[in-house]
């Protein structure tokens, strides 16, 4: 069964930086698409990230672009989130979630576009 478990959140000041890790098991990712998203209490949830297999294509919410940068290591089936110049606004739940297609080609990495979903990792900035 494919599981997806992030970790590395915390609580961190404004202006600080915090490096999420996604760790998938039970079937390797390295060959999809993934992504990270976002939701605030009250707050639908928003997209955040995304990189294709080869991590030739990015993709960035337009509240992170500049400071948050996705990556990943399939050899180790791990993707990461590295969270710069963070902001109490950046507070939430962060979700890791898997695609079931390479994303080789551009695409539009909205929410439906992921079949796999972790539990999430929770982010809070204080100011």
């Known amino acids: 069964q494919a599981q997806l478990v992030e970790s590395g959140g915390g609580v961190v000041q404004a202006g600080g930086s915090l490096r999420l890790s996604c760790a998938a098991s039970?079937?390797?990712?390295?060959?999809?698409?993934m992504g990270w998203f976002r939701q605030a209490p009250g707050i639908e949830r928003e997209f955040v990230a995304a990189i294709s297999w080869s991590s030739e294509y990015t993709y960035y919410g337009d509240s992170v672009k500049g400071r948050f940068t996705i990556s990943r290591d399939n050899a180790k089936n791990t993707v990461h989130l590295q969270m710069n110049s963070l902001k109490p606004e950046d507070t939430a739940i962060y979700y890791c979630?898997?695609?079931?297609?390479?994303?080789?080609?551009?695409?539009?990495?909205?929410?439906?576009?992921?079949?796999?979903w972790g539990r999430g990792t929770q982010v809070t900035v204080s100011s």
């Open positions: 039970g079937r390797s990712f390295s060959n999809n698409a």
């Open positions: 979630a898997a695609t079931l297609f390479s994303g080789a080609a551009p695409w539009h990495p909205s929410e439906t576009a992921f079949t796999f």
